[in-house]
């Protein structure tokens, strides 16, 4: 069903179930599982604290979907985050979400992706004849900006055709790495490593599990495109809780793999910004059991895994400079939809515009570490959102409830404030830089968006 006027395009709820559940394991499923084992490796110096740290952060993750389902669920709008926040804790600390979703959490994120595909085609397509990774990855932002310039159905059908094959082919490389590796040994899971098998420190490791929480990250993003789901109440919080469960299973298993196949210094030396020429972690795996040409189609596999977590982004970020937009809080040209596709059709294009510039740098840790310390800081603030809100508004209709309350969400509450601690000790010069992005934000709501008192509040 449509909403609003003809005068008036709107956004139009056409993403069912599947579509919806794709966006979740398209998302949170990218590039990260493929590139993060080795700079984690770097900084843990053994498997077993690999691992640990794989687990941390999908615990930590986990947590965060329970919490977000239920807001998901009370609040099936778009723009999710910044719609909780807002109603959590009014339209100051929503803008504040936005402005650094809309220039630091987003578009650093569909660049990351798509440096990461371009990185991954360099071993079997002529990167380098058509100027490097950098412009095949803006070549990339642009062609499927304007996928997602079509309509929401286009975007969510093609998630979910990118989502099944990667999943598909993630199961494939872990079953055969285990099945058929060269060399392949369990002995190397519990090997020492660089540390002889002891605690890094909680800096090394808080720095792991940042590493990890990139690959995990986008439970968040269903959310967003809350307006555009059907029954809500029912598919939200069902998508993103299930979602975050297939993740964290397939995650587990091929991590495994990949200490099973290869020896610790072959995963601490793979493709990082440490090792920039090196082959992935995946491609060396895939190399214990699989000839040229399986490797060929392997690379070409995972650019589609990147290129489907950044379709994904691509659709759901838009909206939170969308529903901003329409409370008065963005540019009022940053509102519009399509006629005819019925998309916010502008976000969506200064959003590709900024990520090609992004992409510039080349510098895929550099981008997923700002990416996941501006937008944790704001995970623990929706964690705070579920309890505030259940204590000012106890009516408030919630078709889904958050399991083990109110446990569950001060659990996530606690861990992630621990973790950004823990960042901006030992990632100084990263956390100053996220910080510093989203104080830009504050000057920019006092000036222009700040309202007399007794005004009524965008959304309200």
Not at 121 to 141: C, F, N, Q, R, S
């Amino acid at each position: 069903m449509i909403e609003g006027t003809p005068a008036r395009p709107e956004l139009v709820r056409a993403l069912g179930a599947w579509q919806a559940a794709a966006i979740v394991v398209g998302t949170i499923i990218g590039t990260g599982v493929f590139l993060k084992a080795a700079p984690m490796a770097q900084r843990c110096g053994s498997p077993g604290w690999v691992l640990a740290a794989w687990a941390a952060g999908g615990v930590l993750s986990l947590l965060g979907a329970l919490s977000y389902a239920e807001l998901g669920a009370a609040f099936p709008r778009a723009g999710g985050e910044y719609v909780f926040l807002r109603e959590g804790y009014g339209p100051f600390v929503g803008y504040l979400y936005g402005w650094a979703r809309f220039w630091i959490g987003t578009p650093a994120s569909i660049a990351a992706y798509a440096v990461g595909a371009a990185t991954f085609l360099k071993g079997v397509a002529p990167v380098g004849e058509l100027g490097g990774i950098v412009p095949v990855a803006i070549t990339l932002i642009v062609v499927f900006t304007a996928i997602n310039c079509l309509s929401v159905n286009a975007g969510g059908w093609l998630q979910t055709v990118l989502t099944t094959l990667k999943v598909v082919l993630i199961l494939g490389l872990a079953a055969g790495a285990l099945l058929f590796a060269d060399g392949g040994s369990w002995a190397r899971l519990g090997g020492g490593g660089y540390t002889g098998g002891g605690f890094p420190g909680w800096g090394p490791f808080g720095l792991a599990v940042l590493a990890a929480l990139w690959a995990y990250d986008g439970w968040n993003n269903l959310p967003m495109a809350a307006g555009e789901v059907r029954d809500p109440g029912r598919n939200l919080p069902r998508a993103i809780v299930l979602g975050a469960l297939v993740v964290l299973a397939v995650y587990a298993l091929i991590n495994v793999a990949y200490f099973y196949a290869l020896s610790f210094d072959e995963v601490a030396t793979a493709r990082s910004d440490a090792h920039p020429d090196a082959p992935s972690v995946a491609a060396r795996t895939a190399a214990t059991f699989l000839g040229g040409t399986a490797q060929a189609f392997l690379a070409f596999a995972l650019t589609a895994s990147a290129l489907s977590a950044m379709t994904g982004s691509m659709l759901t970020g838009a909206r939170v400079p969308f529903a901003m937009a329409r409370d008065g809080l963005a540019p009022a040209r940053l509102a519009h939809v399509s006629a005819r596709g019925r998309v916010p059709v502008v976000a969506v294009l200064i959003q590709g515009t900024w990520a090609s510039l992004l992409a510039t740098s080349g510098r895929f840790d550099q981008l997923t570490d700002y990416v996941v310390f501006s937008s944790w800081m704001f995970y623990a603030l929706n964690a705070g959102a579920v309890l505030r809100l259940r204590r000012l508004r106890p009516n408030l209709p919630r078709p889904y409830l958050v399991p083990g309350y109110p446990f569950v969400p001060l659990a996530f509450l606690l861990l992630s404030s621990l973790l950004l601690v823990n960042t901006v000790v030992s990632a100084t010069r990263q956390s100053l830089t996220g910080i510093g992005f989203m104080a830009l934000g504050i000057p920019v709501y006092l000036v222009l968006h700040r309202k007399p008192p007794g005004a009524k509040p965008p959304g309200g």
